[in-house]
């Protein structure tokens, strides 16, 4: 059973930093590639960024670029998520997410709230 555990959010003020945490379980992690999506209150959930398990090739939506940088330890089995300079725009549920052959598996998500 593939498990995927958030931790890490909470209040920031702008310009302030968090960082992110997903513990997973259940998978050989260092075979899976592993994103990070947002839902922001009243809104869609909407990708952020991913790391690539054959090479740790990061991606990033646009919005992020420049601020948020994903890392893994395979030895840990942890996704990371360190978000700089936020803004009041990046409130969200933050989640991360792996897929398998069409099998999605998702977080329950941690909260990050900016406030301004």
């Known amino acids: 059973q593939v498990q995927l555990v958030e931790s890490g959010g909470g209040l920031v003020q702008a310009g302030g930093s968090l960082r992110l945490s997903c513990a997973a379980s259940g998978l050989t992690f260092s075979s899976y590639t592993m994103g990070w999506f947002r839902q922001a209150p009243g809104k869609e959930r909407k990708f952020v960024g991913a790391i690539s398990w054959i090479d740790g090739i990061t991606y990033y939506t646009d919005s992020v670029k420049g601020r948020f940088t994903i890392s893994r330890d395979n030895a840990m089995t942890r996704v990371y998520l360190q978000m700089n300079s936020l803004q009041p725009e990046d409130t969200a549920v933050y989640s991360c997410?792996?897929?398998?052959?069409?099998?999605?598996?998702w977080g329950k998500g941690t909260l990050v709230t900016v406030s301004s």
């Open positions: 997410n792996t897929n398998y052959y069409g099998t999605s598996w």
